[in-house]
């Protein structure tokens, strides 16, 4: 179908079927009722590529999917792009997904989507100490978003984050309450953003609180049995509850204690983040921190429209605080 088409069947000028598309404020009540009634009979839909020329605008925005690891699931941030689709749609956007492997080629995905497809902007997750993508954006003027934080320290773009230290912060003060001195921190090997700034918010509310973290601190790669070795050392040092950096390191906790026969609960307490599809499954339940997800691919999209309409205004961060969910883990 095309524009020529609706507008014969309308009886009106192919200018009035653009105008009713593209600025039916221009037109009176009763020419576009009857313009409108012409495209859903028809079935027409505007070309978009076309529209993309005289506007200079794709209505794209690029989204490049890491590989996880060892092929686990990765429901944080399926959960947001959900949302960021969402958030899209109601804005006239779609979101393209294309592959992005960490490496020399990486930055190469970016550019073939921008030289064969015109992306309009990007939309970044995965943030860490040595991505290039970031610099590399901001530095070729293309509008972005990450979420994740700039953490080499350059200040090159618009960003969300969730506050991963508020969170372990609000877990140590309330295992505390419930009595415990001896929390431990199951963690991911220093040197990950967003695991240092989990280690940050247990050590600076432990210390606050008089508690000692000498020895409580314990490093495991994000798998259970690796989590569970690390575990072992944490209860071997005499650790009575911990906050772990995810869910998968708590399950580290959850095997550590039944292979020393005991039971996960209230008196060899655990709190994960991100509260993942497993928290709830687990025996017993396991408290984690969840991440506001709707809320960082709604506000992700608001500053890349943002940028999109402004390209100089000075550049925003958002940091969002998790929610402690508790269950029988604690």
């Known amino acids: 179908m095309t524009l020529e088409m609706v507008a014969a069947r309308a009886g009106v000028a192919r200018q009035t079927v653009s105008n009713a598309i593209n600025s039916p404020e221009l037109l009176r009540p009763q020419t576009l009722e009857r313009v409108q009634r012409a495209i859903d009979e028809l079935g027409y839909r505007p070309h978009r590529a076309a529209q993309a020329l005289r506007t200079r605008a794709s209505k794209l925005i690029g989204y490049g999917i890491r590989p996880s690891l060892a092929g686990?699931?990765?429901?944080?941030?399926?959960?947001?792009?959900?949302?960021?689709?969402?958030?899209?749609?109601?804005?006239?956007?779609?979101?393209?997904?294309f592959a992005a492997t960490p490496g020399d080629d990486e930055l190469g995905c970016y550019q073939r989507l921008l030289d064969e497809h015109g992306?309009?902007?990007?939309?970044?997750?995965?943030t860490d100490r040595g991505d290039r993508r970031q610099g590399w954006l901001h530095d070729r003027g293309v509008p972005f978003v990450a979420f994740g934080r700039t953490w080499s320290g350059r200040d090159v773009g618009d960003w969300v984050d969730v506050d991963g230290a508020a969170g372990t912060a609000a877990s140590v003060r309330r295992l505390a309450g419930q009595g415990h001195e001896?929390?431990?921190?199951?963690g991911w090997p220093k040197g990950?953003?967003?695991?240092?700034?989990?280690a940050r918010g247990w050590q600076t509310t432990m210390r606050e609180l008089g508690l000692s973290i000498?020895?409580?601190?314990?490093?495991?790669?994000?798998?259970?049995?690796?989590?569970?070795e690390a575990a072992e050392r944490l209860l071997a040092g005499g650790a009575t509850a911990a906050v772990a950096a995810s869910d998968t390191l708590a399950v580290g906790w959850y095997q550590a204690l039944r292979r020393s026969g005991r039971t996960p609960g209230p008196d060899a307490?655990?709190?994960?983040?991100?509260?993942?599809p497993i928290a709830p499954a687990l025996f017993p339940a396991l408290s984690s921190l969840a991440?506001?997800?709707?809320?960082?691919?709604?506000?992700?999209?608001r500053l890349l429209l943002e940028r999109l309409g402004d390209a100089r205004r000075p550049t925003e961060h958002v940091l969002l605080a998790p929610t402690l969910v508790l269950r029988d883990s604690v």
């Open 269 to 276: 307490a655990v709190i994960g983040f991100d509260d993942s």
């Open 214 to 228: 000498r020895g409580r601190r314990v490093e495991s790669l994000d798998d259970p049995a690796s989590a569970t």
């Open 291 to 301: 991440q506001p997800l709707d809320a960082v691919g709604r506000e992700c999209m």
């Open 182 to 186: 001896k929390i431990g921190f199951l």
């Open 192 to 198: 990950s953003g967003v695991g240092d700034d989990r």
């Open 119 to 126: 992306a309009d902007g990007f939309v970044l997750s995965g």
């Open 72 to 97: 686990a699931p990765t429901p944080v941030l399926d959960q947001f792009l959900h949302s960021l689709s969402e958030a899209a749609d109601q804005a006239g956007y779609r979101v393209v997904l």
